[in-house]
């Protein structure tokens, strides 16, 4: 069984740049796969970021761009601020309709 | 606008079920799916299955024998029964509108206890 996989945690300096990444146990992650991208903090409902890759949600900053980055998709937060402080959520599409979440990145900016 | 509603409370071995009521737009429009996503307390999310209008369905592999979503465009609904629960099954329960089968937008997600 394929797993989706995220870095567990990741820390960035304000102001900074950084890059979560979105894999697969067997295979690699392609436009085929519609990476998507959820912010959510504590408490609250998942915010829709980023879907077909690099498509940005309504009202969603340019700080927050998506891509494929060799074999996985990458969800980039320039200019990172405090409340960017969050778990990443990456969902891809498996084929079938069927969609798997990868297990989060909690983000730290200190 | 997505608003969940249902049993906060289900004992185990019954049926969970909850509905997903759509406002400000057509359930029947055949640019979505309609979605559940779950995240049990203290954990990641988990995508459970969704439903086009004309009631084709996609289902988590390992849900496929207890899970049915299903459309009533009557009534700009659709729904999630959940059968056979178990603690395991306790979670905040959210619905979606989705493109293909990536959710777009979210209710507010309502708590479901699994509990005698």
């Known amino acids: 069984q394929t797993v989706v996989t995220q870095e567990p945690s990741f820390s960035v300096s304000p102001g900074g740049t950084v890059t979560l990444t979105c894999g697969l146990t067997s295979g690699s992650v392609t436009t085929t796969n519609f990476p998507s991208w959820y912010q959510q903090t504590p408490g609250q409902t998942p915010r829709t970021l980023i879907y077909s890759t690099d498509t940005r949600s309504s009202g969603v900053p340019d700080r927050f761009s998506g891509s494929i980055v060799g074999n996985k998709a990458a969800l980039t937060i320039t200019g990172a601020q405090a409340d960017d402080e969050s778990v990443y959520y990456c969902?891809?599409?498996?084929?079938?309709?069927?969609?798997?979440f990868g297990g989060g990145t909690k983000l730290t900016v200190l | 606008q997505l608003q969940e509603s249902g049993p906060g409370l289900v004992k185990p071995s019954e049926t969970l079920s909850l509905t997903c009521t759509l406002s400000g737009g057509s359930i029947s429009s055949d640019r979505f799916y309609w979605g559940w996503i779950r995240q049990p307390p203290g954990k990641g999310l988990e995508w459970i299955g969704s439903?086009?209008?004309?009631?084709?369905?996609s289902y988590k592999p390992s849900l496929k024998s207890r899970i049915t979503i299903s459309v009533d465009m009557s009534k700009n609904q659709f729904s999630l029964r959940l059968r056979s629960v178990t603690a395991a099954d306790t979670a905040v329960y959210y619905c979606?509108?989705?493109?293909?089968?990536?959710?777009?937008?979210w209710g507010q997600g309502t708590l479901v206890t699994v509990s005698s």
């Open positions: 979606a509108r989705q493109g293909g089968a990536t959710p777009l937008d």
């Open positions: 439903v086009y209008y004309n009631g084709i369905t």
């Open positions: 969902l891809l599409h498996m084929g079938s309709g069927i969609s798997v």
